[in-house]
């Protein structure tokens, strides 16, 4: 009797402490958290005419979101880069951009982020006449508080077909 | 009115009765057996990710026959609805319902009941019925598909893909690919129950008298195991009064009409240019008969910053908008003014001149393309009937992308620009556009609405359901023969928020995402050059917002999107689920209730929303009906609104743990109206509320009654529920 009881017990304590278990791990092992972070950044990208050289600050907004449900944390990366100047290495032409973007992303120690944006000349109707440029984005978080923790950026000439 | 003491809903079990009752056959049954088995899951072999699980619900992937590769068939322009003389109408309409007795179909419960849905009376009157009479009848029909005969796309064959069919001898079949059979009249309905999706095409000033008949069958249960055949049409964006809004509660029954007064209207003109002189605000004239030049524009009042270009109409039947709308009740409305005229060679110092074409003085759709995205799902087998899992609460998503209702597309383009009308009309998917070379798209509007100033991207937003993106592709850049495709980056793991964009290489690289809606969905093929010089223009700035500054800030209110929501009212008007909406942080989240008044803004006055995501493990793009707002911060942030936000829009998608503030005028018209979750399938479960204008004079009470729609006539009750903070 007192063994099925202590038996009992034990289930109920094992029952208790699994619930408990899986309550932590169904926890988010963070609160959401917004990061930001100013990266200078440069580049370069090859045009049919001639060589766009980039250099400025590219603001970084990260905002990391865990999934109440225990699903991936997920990361909102909004990307500022219209700060970022071009200037045409032959001609010196300047160059702006409308280089805005907000990514979703699954939140991980290291995330390689690669988006692309228009650059074009700052005169009346330059939007028609665009350039495409990739940005490269390394970011680096902190998992225990799901901070960004480190950005570097790069810009190249895109590819794509 | 009850108190707020809360229940907490049985609501999942509730849902699944109410749908078993209302689905109806073994369809229904067959949904509830798949939702026994865990998560069965459909796999596309297809799509770029080729070979991968996205949970339909189905017992496997979409049926895709060997021979049906993407691009194999052409993407069909919409099909644009006659526009009539409202004196063909018959019964002519009226201010009023038309309470006309007719019998009842014994499935409806028999004995007699009104030939008019509307609710009676005074109350749910056409506002300004005499002041904007109707001048045009677009007249349509809600049934089961069938051939569509009378295909118009408003351009010849060479500017359709070279689509021929849609005539009596060789009608445009409802399939979503040629290799595909039929879909069968209980499994898909649209508008006169033909593909393609319809299009309206209507002008500032000119008030349109949309008649909306319901053939759909009496007997509830032969809806091929989703849909319900009461119906209520939304125009989405529309600035009408509340009776010819679509509201949730405002349903009509099969054989009867529904007459929807859409006057088209500049809002503010009750207040602002009151006497129709600034030459901005206008509708664009015809031709003259005799010079071919066209006639000086009718200047319109109104505010002509308020001007709005893109609609789309949609059912908004309550607790089944998704699966309605997902069965094919939805059609787009382009909405012509002086500043957007849909004739790209007019030089009239007001016309923006954005692509379109110039054969007509307005309205010309040569370059100006309506696009509807949409995920699909069909039976793993023929016969291949659409699909839909009434049982997933989440959000539900199809494994085949379509556009304008065909499935994989491709479109032949001459060599200049074109102006995309895009509308995400999906039930709980994101997209991502891009195009596959990573060049630039202009984009020119938001929602209904064109921008301040346009914005070049080679990426566009996430776009949320509901949302309309309007952007500009130069052609022109490429050579003859050439082809380049739309790419969606975002990738879904399941209904209920995007999880990740992928990078354009990423999104190019089969088997990068197991997404099989990632990747390339349309293709476009640059067939010749332009037979005419290309003489549209995107001009550095369109439509500046209005200035709203000046005016007070009335009310400040907050509505917070999220799950463990409960109903305290038990009412027909009441709806249990999973998702609510908190207003002013007063007490739980609330369940849908149709007869619960959450907020009541003064007529003409000024208030400041913030829409709040109240968790991290959702999205949420929430609508706002009636009025236009201007998103003032996100995340409280005003740098945070980007330059394709900084216009007016109507749905605001908030993002995982985010909010969005904005501003909305309230004026010209009242009634009831609504904001919810445009994921349609958290809308019906149950995040949607009411909210109205009822102090803008007579007809109006305070509150206002709701309606008690039934096929045997509607009535009103007094409202469950009023919140504290409403008024």
Redesign the interface.
């Known amino acids: 009797m007192t063994t099925r009881n202590r038996s009992g017990m034990h289930r109920e304590l094992l029952v208790l402490v699994g619930a408990l278990g899986c309550l932590l791990l169904a926890l988010?092992a963070h609160a959401?958290a917004?990061s930001t972070f100013t990266v200078q950044t440069t580049g370069s990208v090859t045009t049919p005419a001639e060589v766009v050289n980039f250099s400025g600050p590219l603001q970084l907004?990260v905002?990391t979101?865990?999934?109440?449900?225990g699903?991936?944390?997920?990361a909102?990366v909004?990307v500022e880069a219209t700060q970022i100047a071009g200037t045409g290495a032959t001609s010196g032409t300047s160059f702006i951009n409308?280089g805005?973007?907000?990514?979703?992303?699954?939140l991980a120690a290291t995330d390689v982020?690669?988006?692309?944006?228009?650059f074009?000349q700052d005169v009346?109707?330059g939007?028609?006449k665009?350039r495409?440029a990739?940005l490269t984005i390394n970011l680096t978080y902190d998992l225990t508080t799901g901070a960004l923790s480190g950005a570097t950026a790069s810009i190249s000439t895109?590819t794509?077909? | 009115m009850n108190p707020r003491s809360k229940q907490t809903s049985a609501s999942r079990a509730r849902r699944i009765v109410k749908a078993v009752i209302f689905g109806g056959g073994a369809l229904a049954v067959t949904a509830a057996v798949a939702t026994l088995v865990p998560r069965a899951r459909a796999d596309s072999g297809t799509g770029s990710g080729g070979g991968v699980p996205i949970p339909t619900g189905a017992a496997g992937p979409s049926y895709v026959p060997l021979n049906m590769g993407k691009f194999s068939q052409p993407m069909p322009r919409f099909d644009v609805l006659p526009r009539k003389a409202v004196s063909s109408l018959n019964p002519a309409p009226l201010e009023q319902s038309n309470q006309t007795q007719q019998a009842v179909d014994p499935a409806l419960g028999g004995g007699f009941g009104p030939i008019e849905g509307r609710p009676p009376g005074p109350l749910w009157a056409h506002q300004g019925f005499t002041e904007f009479p109707p001048q045009v009848a677009v007249e349509v029909s809600m049934e089961g598909a069938k051939a569509n005969t009378t295909y118009n796309p408003g351009v010849p064959p060479s500017l359709n893909s070279g689509i021929t069919s849609g005539t009596a001898t060789n009608p445009f079949r409802p399939r979503f690919h040629p290799t595909l059979p039929d879909q069968t009249a209980t499994k898909m309905w649209t508008f006169n129950g033909t593909l393609p999706p319809k299009l309206v095409q209507g002008r500032y000033g000119e008030a349109i008298l949309f008649r909306e008949h319901n053939n759909l069958p009496a007997d509830k249960t032969q809806n091929g195991g989703f849909g319900i055949n009461s119906i209520s049409t939304h125009e989405h964006n529309g600035h009408h009064g509340a009776e010819n809004d679509g509201f949730t509660g405002a349903f009509f029954f099969p054989n009867q009409f529904y007459d929807y007064h859409w006057p088209i209207l500049l809002a503010g003109f009750r207040t602002v240019n009151t006497g129709a002189t600034d030459p901005n605000a206008a509708s664009p004239n015809e031709f003259d008969p005799v010079t071919g030049q066209p006639l000086p524009n009718r200047q319109v009042a109104g505010d002509w910053h308020e001007t709005m270009s893109t609609h789309w109409f949609h059912d908004h039947m309550f607790s089944f908008t998704s699966q309605n709308v997902y069965k094919g009740m939805a059609g787009m409305f382009n909405l012509y003014s002086a500043l957007d005229r849909g004739n790209e060679a007019v030089d009239d110092g007001v016309n923006l001149r954005l692509p379109s074409g110039r054969a007509k003085s307005w309205g010309n759709l040569d370059y100006d393309v309506n696009l509807m995205l949409a995920d699909k799902a069909w039976d793993p087998a023929p016969p291949a009937q659409l699909w839909f899992n009434i049982f997933n609460f989440d959000g539900f998503l199809g494994d085949r992308m379509t556009v304008n209702l065909v499935d994989n597309p491709y479109f032949e383009v001459e060599a200049r620009k074109y102006r995309f009308r895009i509308l995400n009309a999906s039930v709980s998917r994101f997209f991502k556009l891009?195009l596959?070379?990573?060049?630039?798209m202009?984009q020119i509007g938001n929602d209904g609405n064109l921008l301040p100033h346009?914005?070049?991207?080679?990426?566009l937003?996430?776009m949320g359901i509901a949302e309309r993106y309007d952007i500009v592709i130069?052609f022109s850049r490429y050579s003859v023969g050439s082809r380049v495709n739309l790419v969606n980056l975002?990738e879904h793991q399941n209904g209920?928020?995007?999880?990740?964009?992928l990078?354009?290489?990423?999104a190019?690289t089969p088997g990068k995402s197991k997404d099989p809606v990632v990747g390339k969905f349309l293709e476009f093929r640059i067939v010749r050059r332009p037979a005419q010089p290309d003489v549209s223009q995107?001009p550095?700035t369109l439509i500046p917002n209005p200035d709203l500054a000046s005016l007070p800030v009335a009310r400040q209110r907050t509505f917070e999107f999220g799950s463990g929501a409960t109903q305290n009212n038990t009412g027909v008007t009441a709806f249990s689920g999973p998702w609510g909406i908190k207003t002013d942080d007063q007490g739980a989240m609330d369940a849908a209730d149709y007869g619960r008044i959450s907020a009541a803004p003064h007529a003409g006055s000024r208030e400041i929303w913030t829409l709040k995501n109240g968790?991290?493990?959702w999205d949420h793009p929430i609508h706002i009906h009636f009025e236009e707002g201007q998103i003032l911060a996100r995340?409280g942030d005003a740098a945070?609104v980007?330059?394709w936000e900084k216009g007016r829009k109507d749905v605001y998608r908030l993002?995982?743990?985010?909010s969005v503030t904005l501003t909305m005028q309230f004026r010209d018209f009242g009634g009831t109206f609504m904001e919810h979750c445009h994921n349609t399938v958290h809308e019906d479960n149950a995040m949607l509320m009411r909210w109205e204008i009822d102090d803008g004079g007579a007809p109006f009470m305070r509150p206002l009654p709701t309606p008690i729609s039934t096929p045997q006539g509607c009535t009103y009750a007094p409202p469950d529920e009023i919140l504290p903070t409403a008024f």
């Open positions: 988010p959401q917004t907004s905002t979101v865990p999934d109440p449900a699903g991936p944390t997920t909102v909004s409308s805005q973007a907000r990514l979703t992303r699954i982020v690669q988006t692309t944006f228009a074009y009346p109707g939007f028609l665009t495409t990739l895109p794509f077909r | 891009a596959s070379d990573g060049s630039t202009i346009p914005v070049a991207l080679t990426e937003d996430e130069d975002c209920k928020k995007p999880s990740k964009d990078s354009l290489a990423d190019l995107v550095d968790g991290g493990g995340d945070k980007p330059a993002r995982p743990g985010g």
